[in-house]
């Protein structure tokens, strides 16, 4: 049972290799077999095909960083204080699994995300607790008016963005840091009611 747990394991870290270091469409049952030493058909054995290999992948990844969020986002305060470390516990998987948040952004920033997004609800009951953030903070006065949703994105986006210019060396860690980008990102939204009584 162990040995079936491992391959299937070392199956998807290669998934997520390959994918995060030559894209979506480097991706094949031959070239994961080649990486892990296993043979073509034992991959068969864990995944009916190519796509069933990534999006297992790729749910299981994110179910690790959404864990990692509801394990490290703050509990109390206000809704910025909340989103601030929505932001801020993504940025701190991002260090401690970088191939996995990569491999998930990479996946989130392709074709098949579309695919997955429109043929599965699972990613909807994922978004939920963050929704609700950008919601509070939104009925709150917090945030300007818009779509929770999109808020959240865009908060994601934001991270994400910094996260991968600092791993492909665009920008430099002791010029911008993560909590001056979390910063700006909420001036930004702020509610100028909110920022006008506070």
């Given at each position: 049972?162990?040995?079936?747990?491992?391959?299937?394991?070392?199956?998807?870290?290669?998934?997520?290799?390959?994918?995060?270091?030559?894209?979506?469409?480097?991706?094949?049952?031959?070239?994961?077999?080649?990486?892990?030493?296993?043979?073509?058909?034992?991959?068969?054995?864990?995944?009916?095909?190519?796509?069933?290999?990534?999006?297992?992948?790729?749910?299981?990844?994110?179910?690790?960083?959404?864990?990692?969020?509801?394990?490290?986002?703050?509990?109390?305060?206000?809704?910025?204080?909340?989103?601030?470390?929505?932001?801020?516990?993504?940025?701190?998987?991002?260090?401690?699994?970088?191939?996995?948040?990569?491999?998930?952004?990479?996946?989130?920033?392709?074709?098949?995300?579309?695919?997955?997004?429109?043929?599965?609800?699972?990613?909807?009951?994922i978004m939920q607790p963050w929704?609700?953030?950008?919601?509070?903070?939104?009925?709150?006065?917090?945030?300007?008016?818009?779509?929770?949703?999109?808020?959240?994105?865009?908060?994601?986006?934001?991270?994400?963005?910094?996260?991968?210019?600092?791993?492909?060396?665009?920008?430099?860690?002791?010029?911008?840091?993560?909590?001056?980008?979390?910063?700006?990102?909420?001036?930004?939204?702020?509610?100028?009611?909110?920022?006008?009584?506070?």
């Amino acid at each position: 049972m162990a040995n079936k747990s491992n391959n299937r394991t070392l199956i998807m870290d290669a998934v997520a290799k390959i994918i995060t270091n030559d894209g979506y469409g480097s991706v094949s049952m031959s070239q994961v077999a080649k990486l892990t030493g296993l043979s073509v058909a034992t991959a068969y054995n864990y995944f009916t095909n190519k796509q069933d290999m990534i999006i297992t992948t790729y749910h299981e990844a994110c179910e690790r960083l959404n864990q990692y969020i509801i394990d490290h986002v703050s509990k109390n305060g206000a809704p910025d204080v909340k989103l601030a470390s929505y932001m801020h516990a993504i940025y701190d998987f991002s260090k401690i699994q970088p191939t996995t948040f990569l491999f998930t952004n990479s996946i989130f920033n392709s074709p098949i995300n579309r695919e997955i997004s429109q043929s599965d609800q699972w990613i909807d009951s994922i978004m939920q607790p963050w929704i609700k953030i950008a919601r509070d903070g939104i009925q709150q006065d917090y945030f300007r008016q818009m779509d929770p949703l999109t808020l959240i994105y865009l908060a994601y986006s934001n991270v994400s963005c910094f996260i991968v210019d600092t791993f492909n060396h665009n920008i430099s860690p002791d010029s911008t840091s993560i909590d001056e980008i979390i910063i700006l990102f909420l001036n930004g939204i702020r509610n100028p009611k909110y920022i006008n009584n506070h």
